[in-house]
């Protein structure tokens, strides 16, 4: 399991979710993208929980509450970098990542 959390941007709406499915599809490329930008706050983390909102209806819960309130401006996503990193090790271990440790 990789443990993950996406917000709103006014914490109004939290959800912790495993993002394995995000990164069973990943590319290596998108996998160090999300690796350089220390596992969230940013557009390889805002993919992760784009694609996770289509496999869950939690993660799905944080853009329903974007679209209702348009005047707030958006929401965050982080991974748990030890998960991550330990899935990398385990399931594609020619990835090298910058820092394989955390």
């Not at 939290?14 to 499915?21: I, L, R």
């Not at 220390?38 to 557009?43: A, T």
């Not at 929980?49 to 209702?68: G, R, S």
């Not at 030890?82 to 990835?95: E, F, G, T």
């Amino acid at each position: 399991m990789i443990n993950a959390k996406c917000y709103s941007d006014d914490g109004a709406v939290e959800v912790n979710f495993d993002a394995t499915a995000w990164f069973e599809q990943a590319t290596d490329e998108q996998i160090k993208e999300l690796a350089d930008i220390e596992w969230g706050g940013n557009y390889a983390s805002d993919d992760v929980a784009l694609h996770m909102a289509t496999v869950d209806k939690k993660v799905q819960k944080v853009f329903d509450y974007c679209e209702i309130n348009r005047d707030m401006p958006g929401f965050e996503c982080r991974v748990n970098p030890q998960d991550a990193i330990a899935w990398v090790k385990a399931n594609r271990p020619s990835l090298t990542l910058e820092s394989q440790s955390v």
